[in-house]
């Protein structure tokens, strides 16, 4: 009976260190598993490291951790590390650093004794004991360095956990690459994105340029005939003085009513005032004309310019942009013959300026095949579910070669110094990035059409 009682004692207390072992594991685990989670949330490199190191203290204790990396067969290099006092220094490949690469964990009681630290001056006071755990990948093999202030701190205990947690520390490595990878393909898309940005606004402004002696012949016609009719009226202005002072005078003159009326008979055409009456009314109209053209030209000017991100409705009045692009590129269109068919109150899914854009590189293009000369046709409709608008033209049009390669950056069919290169890539980019999509078809000798497919606003 007493037997049985020791031996069932012996099983409860296996249980309860067999529990405590479990309960042990289980809050490394949970610790582990944290860390992980926190090391992918980091949302930046140097975060990323600081957290990795983080992950590795809860599994070995250290002062300072860095991690080797080969650079041949003899050297090693510190890429990082949690003290920047470490920061690309070179170690030398010495036994110990040798068995390490092989994969064998390894703790060195006192650093003062290995080869590899004699050559090291920096914190010659602060390390005195040194653990090394092996990192696998697919290229190599480095080292992460864990090191404490006391003589003998690492023991065959430490081993034992590096061997245990080695697969958990080479899969953390290579999470932190993975999201190495990631953040760098995102700072990649970030950085695309502004040069693109920058690229348009650029391309924008340059376009604005060259259209900028146009658009001042397009207001100066206005303004002209505006500035006439005032010059006109002011040179009238002391006539009609004069003539309001006769007219006072005689009105509180003496005279009878016979010889007033004779009088003013007399001052009407003295100082012009039938002239003058009958001319008010066409020089009102066309001053109001006047200032009508410039508003509507300054309007499509600020269209053209309004950066996407402005347009809170985010959506294209397609009638509406192809009157304004047209305004601001009238003076490159005088001697062409426009055609449209177009359809009313056509809404597209984008913003007003970037299409501005579009259209305006567009026109000048075809203005541009058509040495100044030619028709152009513009149509938009309904096709199935989408807003199609064409943009045709009777100019020199271009090779398959050239049609293939349209759209890439920097290809021109211009001669060199008359284009960038960057127009019709913008307009690729600029369609694409409202849902939708341009194509073309070209022949040489018979002109180039654009296909513009834009989601309509429903």
Same mark, same amino acid.
């Given at each position: 009976?007493?037997?049985?009682?020791?031996?069932?004692?012996?099983?409860?207390?296996?249980?309860?260190?067999?529990?405590?072992?479990?309960?042990?594991?289980?809050?490394?685990?949970?610790?582990?598993?944290?860390?992980?989670?926190?090391?992918?949330?980091?949302?930046?490199?140097?975060?990323?490291?600081?957290?990795?190191?983080?992950?590795?203290?809860?599994?070995?204790?250290?002062?300072?951790?860095?991690?080797l990396v080969p650079s041949d067969s003899t050297t090693l290099i510190c890429?990082?590390?949690?003290?920047?006092?470490?920061?690309?220094?070179?170690?030398?490949?010495?036994?110990?650093?040798?068995?390490?690469?092989?994969?064998?964990?390894?703790?060195?009681?006192?650093?003062?004794?290995?080869?590899?630290?004699?050559?090291?001056?920096?914190?010659?006071?602060?390390?005195?004991?040194?653990m090394y755990c092996p990192l696998k990948d697919d290229e190599h093999t480095?080292?992460?360095?864990?090191?404490?202030?006391?003589?003998?701190?690492?023991?065959?205990?430490?081993?034992?956990?590096?061997?245990?947690?080695?697969?958990?520390?080479?899969?953390?490595?290579?999470?932190?690459?993975?999201?190495?990878?990631?953040?760098?393909?995102?700072?990649?898309?970030?950085?695309?994105?502004?040069?693109?940005?920058?690229?348009?606004?650029?391309?924008?402004?340059?376009?604005?340029?060259?259209?900028?002696?146009?658009?001042?012949?397009?207001?100066?016609?206005?303004?002209?005939?505006?500035?006439?009719?005032?010059?006109?009226?002011?040179?009238?202005?002391?006539?009609?003085?004069?003539?309001?002072?006769?007219?006072?005078?005689?009105?509180?003159?003496?005279?009878?009513?016979?010889?007033?009326?004779?009088?003013?008979?007399?001052?009407?055409?003295?100082?012009?005032?039938?002239?003058?009456?009958?001319?008010?009314?066409?020089?009102?109209?066309?001053?109001?004309?006047?200032?009508?053209?410039?508003?509507?030209?300054?309007?499509?000017?600020?269209?053209?310019?309004?950066?996407?991100?402005?347009?809170?409705?985010?959506?294209? /009045?397609? @009638?509406? &942009? =192809?009157?304004? $692009?047209?305004?601001?590129?009238?003076?490159?269109? #005088?001697?062409?013959?426009?055609? %449209?068919?177009?359809?009313?109150?056509?809404?597209?899914?984008?913003?007003?300026?970037?299409?501005?854009?579009?259209?305006?590189?567009?026109?000048?293009?075809?203005?541009?095949?058509?040495?100044?000369?030619?028709?152009?046709?513009?149509?938009?409709?309904?096709? /199935?579910? @989408?807003? &199609? =608008?064409?943009? $045709?033209?009777?100019?020199?049009?271009?090779?398959? #070669?050239?049609?293939?390669?349209? %759209?890439?950056?920097f290809y021109t069919t211009k001669p060199q110094g008359e284009g960038t290169?960057?127009?019709?890539?913008?307009?690729?980019?600029?369609?694409?990035?409202?849902?939708?999509?341009?194509?073309?078809?070209?022949?040489?000798?018979?002109?180039?059409?654009?296909?513009?497919?834009?989601?309509?606003?429903?």
């Amino acid at each position: 009976m007493s037997h049985e009682k020791e031996s069932l004692l012996e099983n409860l207390n296996l249980i309860y260190r067999l529990k405590e072992q479990a309960e042990s594991l289980r809050k490394e685990s949970d610790i582990l598993l944290h860390g992980m989670r926190d090391i992918l949330e980091a949302s930046s490199r140097d975060e990323l490291y600081r957290k990795m190191f983080g992950m590795f203290g809860k599994i070995i204790p250290y002062r300072y951790c860095f991690i080797l990396v080969p650079s041949d067969s003899t050297t090693l290099i510190c890429t990082h590390t949690t003290d920047m006092r470490f920061a690309e220094t070179e170690w030398q490949m010495d036994p110990v650093l040798a068995s390490v690469i092989q994969g064998q964990p390894s703790a060195v009681f006192n650093v003062g004794i290995q080869p590899a630290w004699q050559n090291i001056d920096i914190l010659e006071n602060d390390t005195k004991s040194v653990m090394y755990c092996p990192l696998k990948d697919d290229e190599h093999t480095s080292i992460v360095v864990f090191c404490s202030t006391d003589i003998g701190f690492y023991t065959q205990e430490h081993v034992n956990i590096a061997n245990r947690y080695g697969d958990f520390i080479e899969q953390t490595i290579l999470s932190v690459k993975a999201k190495l990878e990631a953040l760098a393909t995102q700072r990649l898309r970030e950085e695309k994105a502004l040069v693109e940005r920058s690229m348009i606004q650029s391309e924008r402004m340059a376009s604005l340029g060259l259209l900028a002696a146009g658009v001042a012949h397009e207001i100066n016609n206005p303004i002209g005939y505006v500035k006439s009719n005032v010059d006109y009226l002011s040179n009238h202005a002391p006539k009609l003085k004069g003539f309001f002072s006769q007219l006072h005078c005689i009105l509180n003159a003496d005279d009878n009513a016979d010889e007033k009326l004779h009088s003013i008979e007399k001052l009407i055409p003295y100082y012009q005032c039938d002239e003058l009456i009958e001319e008010y009314s066409d020089l009102c109209e066309e001053m109001v004309d006047g200032v009508e053209r410039v508003k509507d030209i300054v309007q499509s000017l600020q269209s053209f310019v309004r950066r996407g991100e402005d347009n809170q409705e985010r959506v294209i /009045d397609i @009638d509406q &942009c =192809i009157k304004d $692009s047209l305004r601001v590129v009238n003076s490159k269109l #005088e001697d062409i013959h426009i055609h %449209f068919n177009t359809e009313k109150n056509l809404h597209a899914k984008g913003s007003s300026g970037p299409f501005n854009q579009v259209l305006v590189n567009l026109f000048v293009n075809a203005a541009y095949a058509m040495s100044g000369t030619g028709e152009l046709s513009i149509t938009s409709e309904c096709v /199935d579910e @989408d807003i &199609c =608008i064409t943009i $045709s033209d009777n100019g020199c049009g271009m090779s398959t #070669e050239s049609v293939a390669r349209i %759209f890439e950056p920097f290809y021109t069919t211009k001669p060199q110094g008359e284009g960038t290169g960057l127009g019709l890539y913008i307009c690729y980019s600029l369609v694409e990035s409202f849902g939708g999509r341009i194509e073309v078809t070209s022949s040489e000798g018979v002109g180039t059409t654009f296909y513009i497919w834009l989601k309509p606003v429903k």
